[in-house]
């Protein structure tokens, strides 16, 4: 079965089914169309030829096209190595070079990979943007420890697939915009300080002259806190990590 590869991208302005705005400084991007990407690479032991290097306005990575010897067309998130020509394969058994897709149980010690699968079969959800990867720090029982980019160290299966590599363009985080009218052409609407609004549309609102927030610790536009930590105290996967990122257990 082929797939479709692009469809043009809805917009939502950061809107619900009602129209009410649910999501701030989104809308007035431009037209654009997503592409489909491979995340699970699910092609078995079918060798694919990279026929073209493409750029994603929809994430930070370039992609890459890949022809399989069935005929069949996918993108794959496009790995720092990876050039025109290229073959690349996906498997149970396949050898570990850039842009080859394993298990891994099998990766030894060190390798760098991205396009992590968290729960086997599902899909990479980990290191998918530029410049990211994550490395093997070792092998125990059923799971693999993964140093992430942030610095954490976690326990994931070792049945789930992961793609050898560190991916490309990192240096896209130097980019400058120029102008406002870009950031709005990329959906991105203005943001307005909380202290420069009146009291009743802010928290941080009201004063007089430049009073700062007025408050102990700063406030979302709703009232909720804005500072502190996020993260639940009993979530599920607690037990998976073994080392909070910047060196915090």
């Known amino acids: 079965m082929r797939l479709k590869l692009k469809f043009i ?8 089914s009602e129209g009410k705005v649910t999501v701030r400084h989104q809308g007035a991007e431009q037209k654009r169309f997503m592409r489909v990407i491979d995340f699970k690479r699910d092609k078995r032991n079918i060798a694919g030829r990279v026929v073209a290097v493409e750029y994603d306005p929809n994430r930070t990575v370039d992609l890459a096209l ?8 996918r993108y794959i998130l496009k790995p720092e190595g990876l050039n025109l020509e290229d073959t690349i394969v996906s498997g149970n058994e396949v050898e570990i070079k850039v842009g080859n897709a394993v298990p891994m149980k099998i990766l030894p010690i060190g390798t760098i990979i991205h396009n992590i699968e968290i729960t086997p079969g599902r899909g990479g959800q980990m290191a998918r ?5 994550a490395t093997v720090a070792a092998q125990e029982g059923g799971y693999v420890h993964l140093k992430l980019p942030s610095g954490e160290i976690r326990k994931v299966s070792s049945l789930g697939f992961a793609t050898i590599g560190s991916l490309g363009n990192a240096e896209w985080k130097n980019e400058i915009l120029g102008k406002a009218g870009r950031k709005i052409l990329m959906g991105i609407r203005p943001t307005v300080r909380g202290t420069a609004q009146n009291p009743r549309s802010h928290p941080h609102g009201g004063g007089e002259g430049r009073s700062g927030q007025g408050m102990a610790t700063p406030k979302t536009y709703a009232g909720g806190p ?3 930590k996020t993260r639940k105290k009993k979530k599920y996967s607690n037990k998976y990590i073994l080392e909070r990122r910047k060196g915090k257990r």
Request: charged share 30%; no cysteine; proline share 0%.
């Open 129 to 133: 943007s530029s410049g990211t990867s």
């Open 226 to 228: 804005a500072v502190g």
């Open 66 to 73: 890949i022809q399989y010897a069935d005929g069949e067309r």
């Open 9 to 16: 991208k809805k917009k939502q302005s950061g809107r619900n």
